[in-house]
Each structure stands twice: as structure tokens, then as C-alpha cells.
């Protein structure tokens, strides 16, 4: 998930407004029609944002022909639409926000392969197992938003049969202590989205257990980017 309005702020996919009648998970969707329109402006405008640039280009690094994709609150499409411009074959979009999975269906349009992406609206981890595994998996933004982790990481790397791509937040203690502050002021407004930090060790911990090797990490001030590999033989 992710804002243009400030890149600690996160949004799409897994965060939500009980008010929205076309919220389709638990979770919800703080940001709708307008928070999706805003951003498809900018991503058509400047590209996909520095660290989802990343998050592809680690993904793609070793080459994705032929390879499917799984990408998980995908917002407005950035990282399926670029993967499948280098050579995958086709891509799921999975998103809780029915404002995003429309303006990414839109750009697909736009971008000529429309016929290689499909979509479900909802709470992946609700909706995972009716989910087929994927070559590349991806969640941008989105452990940022969700409260539990450890379900998350569990049912998403399992559908990961070669690659497991990662960006959110750094666990340092001024992000954590910005990360309370920041939901009191979401529940001031009584508003739904909260912020998780998650411990970088608890989470790596999870995708290694699965049988997944991180290959690529790289930082900004607040957001961490980690791609990792299938080990051979690993289930």
C-alpha cells in the first residue's frame, strides 16, 4: 500500500473505512475512489515510487519469463505491470480495496494486457486458500497494514514457488515510537488503519522458515526492501 502523499503513510490494499459499503475485507479500505485516482495519476505521471523501482528490479534480476505472478495488495498495479513488461506470463491481483483493483484493471487496459491479469477482491489471508501458487510473490507495502502478521507471511509464502519479494518498514525505535503516535491520532479521528511495525527479525524468521533464502536488502530512512529465493529441495 502506498501514498503519495507521504511515503510513511501507508494505503491501498489491507487498510480500511467501515463507512465504504465496497470494502470487501475485514480490514477495510481507508482510501477509495480518491486515494486510488490520486495515485494512478502519479504512477502514470513519475513511475512506481523508489522503492517499489527496487522491489522489481530485484524480483526481475535473474529474469521472470514464463514465470506467473502473485501480487498482493497490488494498489494500482505497479509491480505486476512491470513484471509482466519483462517476460511473466500472467499476474493475480489481490487487493482489499475495490477502488484500487479498478484503477489497476484500468491501467492494465491502458497497458495493453489486460488479458493476463486477474483479480479478487478481499483479505488474502481470508481468500489464500483458493489461491494458486505463484513463481514471484509480492507485497508492497502491505505488512504495514496488517495485524498479524505471522498468518500473513505463513499463507503468502506458501504460494511462493520461487521468489518472495517484501517492502515495509524498518524496525528502529523512532519508527516504532512514529508508529504510536501515528495511530493515536487515527483513533482521535476514529479512523480504522493502524500502522504495524513488525520486528525485521520475527518477520525474516517466517519467510525462512518457509524455505526461503533472502538474496537482496536495501533501506530508505523508513521503509526496508527484501527479496528473497526458494531454496532447492525446500518445500
Given at each position: 500500500m502506498r501514498s503519495r502523499n507521504g511515503d510513511a503513510v501507508p494505503s491501498g490494499a489491507?487498510?480500511?473505512?467501515?463507512?465504504?459499503?465496497g470494502c470487501a475485507c475485514k480490514v477495510g479500505n481507508e482510501f477509495g475512489e480518491a486515494s486510488a485516482r490520486r495515485d494512478?495519476?502519479?504512477?502514470?505521471?513519475?513511475g512506481p515510487e523508489r522503492?517499489?523501482?527496487?522491489?522489481?528490479d530485484a524480483l526481475s534480476i535473474r529474469g521472470v519469463e514464463g514465470m506467473t505472478v502473485l501480487d498482493i495488495g497490488a494498489g494500482v498495479g505497479a509491480?505486476?505491470?512491470?513484471?509482466?513488461?519483462?517476460?511473466?506470463?500472467?499476474?493475480?491481483?489481490?487487493?482489499?480495496?475495490?477502488a484500487f483493483v479498478a484503477v489497476a484493471r484500468e491501467e492494465a487496459g491502458?497497458?495493453?494486457?489486460?488479458?493476463?491479469?486477474?483479480?479478487?477482491?478481499?483479505?488474502f489471508v481470508e481468500l489464500a486458500d483458493g489461491v494458486e501458487e505463484a513463481d514471484v510473490v509480492a507485497l508492497d507495502k502491505v505488512l504495514c497494514c496488517y495485524p498479524d502478521m505471522i498468518d500473513l507471511v505463513a499463507r503468502s509464502t506458501a504460494r511462493a514457488r520461487r521468489r518472495y519479494g517484501v517492502v515495509y518498514p524498518r524496525d528502529?525505535?523512532?519508527?516504532r515510537a512514529g508508529g504510536v503516535f501515528f495511530n493515536g491520532v487515527l483513533r482521535l479521528f476514529r479512523r480504522r488503519l493502524r500502522m504495524y511495525i513488525h520486528r525485521t527479525a520475527d518477520v525474516e524468521a517466517r519467510i525462512a522458515a518457509a524455505g526461503l533464502q533472502r538474496t537482496y536488502?536495501?533501506?530508505?530512512?523508513?521503509?526496508?526492501v527484501a527479496v528473497f529465493e526458494r531454496v532447492e529441495g525446500a518445500a
Amino acid at each position: 500500500m502506498r501514498s503519495r502523499n507521504g511515503d510513511a503513510v501507508p494505503s491501498g490494499a489491507m487498510a480500511g473505512d467501515p463507512r465504504d459499503p465496497g470494502c470487501a475485507c475485514k480490514v477495510g479500505n481507508e482510501f477509495g475512489e480518491a486515494s486510488a485516482r490520486r495515485d494512478l495519476r502519479a504512477y502514470r505521471r513519475s513511475g512506481p515510487e523508489r522503492t517499489t523501482e527496487w522491489l522489481i528490479d530485484a524480483l526481475s534480476i535473474r529474469g521472470v519469463e514464463g514465470m506467473t505472478v502473485l501480487d498482493i495488495g497490488a494498489g494500482v498495479g505497479a509491480v505486476h505491470l512491470a513484471l509482466l513488461r519483462a517476460g511473466a506470463t500472467s499476474a493475480l491481483d489481490v487487493d482489499g480495496s475495490p477502488a484500487f483493483v479498478a484503477v489497476a484493471r484500468e491501467e492494465a487496459g491502458r497497458q495493453a494486457v489486460a488479458d493476463r491479469v486477474a483479480y479478487r477482491v478481499g483479505d488474502f489471508v481470508e481468500l489464500a486458500d483458493g489461491v494458486e501458487e505463484a513463481d514471484v510473490v509480492a507485497l508492497d507495502k502491505v505488512l504495514c497494514c496488517y495485524p498479524d502478521m505471522i498468518d500473513l507471511v505463513a499463507r503468502s509464502t506458501a504460494r511462493a514457488r520461487r521468489r518472495y519479494g517484501v517492502v515495509y518498514p524498518r524496525d528502529a525505535a523512532w519508527i516504532r515510537a512514529g508508529g504510536v503516535f501515528f495511530n493515536g491520532v487515527l483513533r482521535l479521528f476514529r479512523r480504522r488503519l493502524r500502522m504495524y511495525i513488525h520486528r525485521t527479525a520475527d518477520v525474516e524468521a517466517r519467510i525462512a522458515a518457509a524455505g526461503l533464502q533472502r538474496t537482496y536488502h536495501r533501506t530508505t530512512a523508513f521503509w526496508q526492501v527484501a527479496v528473497f529465493e526458494r531454496v532447492e529441495g525446500a518445500a
